[in-house]
């Protein structure tokens, strides 16, 4: 049985930084696509950040050159590090994984994801 823990969320100024962990047990890392989706209140969920665990990474424009994806396979972990955040990233931010290789291409859908974790709040305060 698959399950994704995410944690790491918190409050903090703009201009901080957080690092959000998704721990995911019973899940095989064979380069799958895993990312990272967020929603904030009144606003549809969207990706962030996607990985297949090869170095191929998609980014979401709005986060580039602030926000790192990361997986480290033998602690079963996906990593989304968060740089100079600003008060429009706040959210409940979610790990996803799917089962489906060379789908990196798609990394946007949320369909694509056949596991969820159950989200982390993340609030940047000006």
């Known amino acids: 049985q698959v399950q994704l823990a995410e944690s790491g969320g918190g409050s903090v100024q703009a201009g901080g930084s957080l690092r959000l962990s998704c721990l995911a047990t019973g899940y095989y890392f064979d380069g799958s696509c895993m990312g990272w989706f967020r929603q904030a209140p009144g606003k549809e969920r969207e990706a962030v950040a996607a990985?297949?665990?090869?170095?191929?990474?998609s980014m979401l424009d709005s986060v580039k050159g602030r926000f790192a994806i990361s997986q480290d396979k033998a602690k079963s972990t996906l990593y989304l590090e968060m740089n100079n955040l600003k008060p429009e990233d706040s959210a409940v931010y979610y790990c996803a994984a799917s089962t489906n290789q060379n789908t990196i291409w798609e990394w946007f859908n949320p369909r694509l994801y056949a596991y969820w974790g159950q989200g982390t709040q993340v609030t940047v305060s000006t």
């Open positions: 990985t297949a665990g090869d170095g191929d990474t």
